[in-house]
């Protein structure tokens, strides 16, 4: 076939090419690294301006510090600040007493002026962060180490609200401001932050690739140091953050022991198999996630007290249960001391369905739309036992899908576009009962406010609470609101979850010290590596 | 026929000029129709209302929709197609950074139908009827009927997981830093920069993916890559040559497949574009940084400037590759004139 040499290399060349440079790439594999590799959806927000989601914070726990911290115990510790103080116990006025010597990861060190300048960054920008801050009025500096923050009301939880207010580096962030609309603070350095690293937190940024990845390497002068876990487990020097959220790539990244620590929600089964694989296990160390459906109370038939009960009887929670572990849910979740363990839940009762729909304005048969966000499996079984409890009870159903979140969140903005259903997943935001009830309950309309439950007697109570010094005092208020919620049904409880992750076992978890809050939960400070535990599984 | 050439060039370059204006309108007036609050999808529920008026405005989003446009298009033939709502960043940026990864995919990929339905085609052209030709025929009806995503996490399962021989990621390993930018695709990258290493572990990666979407393609080629063989084997200068005892082998590769390309060489340049819109699902699944991922994302996220883009983009693809098909293949077949292709 081949007449000569010549022709011979003219075929055979290439592959041969193509071969030796195929087997040159096979060589450099990497050895056993000290690196925690995790997935999460995209994007990601590595300026506290902007964080808005639950993943956000994942980033920014990891960069960045706050003056208080969620304690393991519950409630706040202190963090950049060490001490902190109500004037008058009023919760108007604020003194916060910084720690010295905490440094920056460019070696300068933390002052007060860069915590004024940080929470003044964030109330111009009005950006993602804003609901974090909004309450204050008026912050200064006192000394360099001491804060003033003056409130436009009484928040007695103050120092549990911002705990996820990062602090950022002012003078570096004042080198890179760009042209905006804040006067001759421009765009507050908004360009740069995203893409840079202006914090003091355990790790520092060093690679960001926009919607694929954030890496990060150890920060050894880290204020809080690191301590020695002993038995052969040293702090993680970096960790990768990949956007990814497909669930089979996953599931076999884990398997090839590329993906050390997974938050993409499998179903059960995939949960089971991953756990029977020598050397992974399964991991709940987010606490207290509430899934819920909110009912549109603007919208008929949902607006009328009588149906929305009627919703609630007619659904039976408990069959979501043995799919992942769940419990009854609360509308505070337990996780806070402030839950109402006593708060009379609603149980699939027919009986008592009819009474409420004879009582309501609306006839059963009234179309009703149940929304379901795709990609999330919580969300899949959610919707079908709701649907199917619906349907069975004679409601007249309609399930309809969304892909993305854009469509969900647009649609939210009104009551009118807004279906009558939507399933929600709350995750604690910062470690106070506020979270749940300032955040999703004190605002009506988008996708957390998707109730549409404006009602000024509940946020009259919830302004109490927060004002309200006592703790007593406060847990009786929250306590109450619980139990009115429940009685005016705008939400349908699922179940309580401490949501799995599947973690390769030479990853520790320091679960003592580390509180299951939203953020705080991944923060990688409090994990070690056994690298020798890992190269064995590796089979190197 | 350079004359000619250019000719040709300009004149489609005129028509071209109008099919992505009114592209451009369609796509701006679609992407708006669908009722997505993308301010307060960008900026979250708890910003402030100062925050979203203000970028409302910023955005011309209160505006009617010519004035949009007006705003948009100006930006546009500037090279500034906005900003992204996802990625908040400069949306020629992105496209910068994730074009070439897919434009890499697709041209491997196209190699690799290339060279796989050639040779398929071939084949079956040469053992017509046989068991052969059946086989190849399997191939590519497998091809076509499957969705190259299918055969991404087949060959995933089987290559990555099970043999553990490929990596399931990604573009480079982890501890391998991509070579320094001039086109963007790390294999073209590396060989102009010398980093052999880096070469062949950009091939590794890319294998599997693109192995997975240009399957489809095989099947086109081998098929069309048969039937005009078959063709031109019953032309009376092939049995001339056969007549004059030249081998079999000789007169297929030598005297027949260079015709027989011509159809072939017409698919690719469609192949290539229609490639990169379709690659979604692999990107997807081989987490690989590309264009077509970017875009689908977009979609999904309401990021009104991206999707316009991207779209452009695709649209001048097309146009492209039809213009530079066009040309290749007079060049192949003097017989075939410019002035009857346009």
């Known amino acids: 076939m081949f007449r000569s040499r010549n022709t011979k290399m003219k075929v055979f060349g290439p592959v041969l090419l193509v071969v030796s440079l195929l087997l040159i790439g096979l060589c450099t594999q990497a050895e056993v690294e000290n690196i925690l590799i995790t997935n999460d959806v995209s994007p990601f927000a590595c300026d506290p301006a902007e964080i808005m989601f639950w993943n956000h914070y994942r980033s920014g726990v990891l960069m960045y510090d706050g003056l208080t911290y969620p304690a393991a115990e519950g409630g706040v510790q202190p963090h950049l600040a060490e001490s902190w103080e109500s004037m008058a116990g009023t919760g108007y006025d604020w003194i916060f007493h910084l720690r010295q010597g905490v440094k920056f990861h460019d070696g300068t060190e933390v002052t007060a002026e860069d915590v004024v300048f940080s929470f003044q960054r964030t109330l111009d920008l009005g950006l993602g962060a804003y609901g974090l801050v909004e309450p204050i009025k008026e912050i200064s500096a006192i000394d360099d180490y001491t804060v003033r923050f003056t409130l ?5 939880v103050f120092p549990a609200v911002i705990t996820y207010a990062f602090i950022l580096n002012k ?22 932050v995203r893409y840079n690293d202006a914090g003091s937190g355990p790790y520092t940024l060093e690679v960001h690739e926009v919607n694929m990845k954030l890496e990060f390497e150890r920060f050894e002068d880290y204020f809080l140091g690191w301590p020695d876990y002993g038995d052969n487990l040293v702090p993680i020097e970096k960790v990768r953050i990949i956007a990814l959220w497909e669930p089979t790539t996953a599931k076999n990244l884990v398997i090839d022991r590329e993906l050390d620590v997974t938050y993409s929600t499998f179903p059960q089964s995939t949960f089971e198999e991953l756990d029977a694989i020598e050397g992974i296990d399964l991991n709940a160390v987010n606490k207290s996630h509430v899934l819920v459906f909110h009912l549109n109370t603007q919208k008929k038939p949902t607006d009328d007290v009588h149906f929305r009960r009627a919703l609630n009887y007619a659904f039976d929670a408990s069959q979501t249960f043995p799919v992942w572990g769940s419990r009854p849910g609360h509308v505070i979740g337990t996780i806070y001391p402030e839950h109402n363990p006593d708060a009379a839940l609603y149980e699939r009762n027919l009986d008592k369905m009819k009474e409420e729909l004879a009582l309501s304005e609306y006839p059963q048969d009234t179309p009703l739309t149940i929304w379901w966000p795709i990609g999330d499996y919580f969300f899949d079984v959610m919707v079908g036992v709701l649907a199917a409890d619906l349907t069975a009870a004679g409601f007249n159903i309609k399930v309809e899908q969304l892909q993305g979140l854009a469509p969900l969140i647009s649609g939210c903005s009104s009551p009118d576009t807004q279906g009558h259903a939507v399933p929600l997943q709350y995750a604690p935001e910062y470690p106070d009962a506020d979270s749940t009830l300032n955040r999703v309950w004190y605002f009506a309309g988008g996708y957390s406010g998707s109730h549409w439950f404006d009602d000024p007697q509940l946020k009259e109570q919830i302004e109490l609470g927060r004002a309200t010094v006592d703790a007593e005092q406060r847990k009786a208020i929250y306590q109450e609101i619980e ?56 089979g190197q | 026929m350079l004359w000619h050439i250019l000719k040709f060039v300009a004149k489609r370059f005129l028509y071209s000029v109008l099919v992505l204006v009114g592209l451009s309108m369609l796509v701006f007036v679609i992407a708006r129709m669908v009722p997505t609050d993308v301010v307060r999808a960008t900026l979250g529920s708890h910003a402030s209302e100062r925050a979203i008026v203000d970028m409302r405005t910023k955005l011309h989003l209160d505006d009617s929709l010519p004035v949009q446009y007006y705003h948009w298009i100006k930006g546009a033939v500037r090279g500034d197609f906005g900003i992204s709502l996802m990625t908040k960043r400069p949306v020629v940026v992105d496209l910068k950074e994730f074009l070439p990864a897919t434009a890499e995919l697709a041209l491997v990929s196209l190699v690799f139908s290339l060279i796989v339905g050639q040779v398929l ?11 052969l030709d059946n086989v190849s025929r399997m191939i590519a009806y497998s091809g076509t009927v499957t969705p190259a995503f299918i055969f991404g996490i087949l060959f995933m399962l089987i290559f990555s997981y099970w043999l553990n021989i490929f990596p399931t990621m990604g573009r480079l390993s982890s501890g391998v830093s991509p070579p320094p930018t001039i086109t963007g695709m790390h294999i073209l990258d590396g060989l102009l920069t010398g980093r052999w290493h880096v070469v062949g572990d950009a091939l590794w990666h890319i294998l599997l993916p693109a192995v997975s979407l240009g399957l489809s393609a095989v099947a086109q080629e081998s098929r069309v890559t048969r039937a005009s063989m078959i063709e031109n084997l019953s032309k009376a200068y092939v049995r001339t040559a056969r007549a004059n005892a030249i081998p079999q082998s000789r007169i297929m590769f030598r005297y027949v497949l260079k015709p027989s390309l011509i159809p072939t060489v017409a698919l690719m340049g469609m192949d290539f574009a229609t490639t990169i819109s379709n690659a979604f699902l692999v990107e997807l699944v081989f987490f690989w940084p590309g264009f077509s991922r970017y875009g689908v994302t977009a979609m999904l996220e309401g990021d009104l400037f991206a999707i316009s883009a991207v779209v452009m983009v695709l649209g001048v693809m097309f146009i492209v590759m039809n213009l530079i098909v066009d040309i290749i293949t007079s060049i192949l077949d003097p017989r075939i004139s410019l002035a009857e292709r346009s």
Not at chain 1, 152 to 156: D, G, I, L, T, Y
Not at chain 1, 178 to 191: F, I, S
Not at chain 1, 512 to 533: H, K, P, Q, S, W
């Open chain 1, 152 to 156: 436009n009301r009484a928040v007695s």
């Open chain 1, 483 to 538: 139990r009115y919620l429940l009685d005016q049904a705008p939400l349908i409880l699922v179940s309580e979850v401490d949501p799995v992750r599947a973690m390769q076992d030479y990853i520790y978890v320091d679960t003592e010290n580390i509180a299951g809050i939203t953020g705080a939960a991944v923060n990688f400070y409090y994990y070690r590596i056994d690298l020798n535990r890992k190269a064995e599984l590796l």
């Open chain 1, 171 to 192: 003078d570096l962030v004042m080198q890179h401001l760009g042209p905006g609309d804040h006067g001759e603070m421009g765009d507050y350095g908004l360009e740069w």
């Open chain 2, 121 to 131: 085609g071939v084949v079956a052209a040469r053992y017509r009827n046989s068991w």
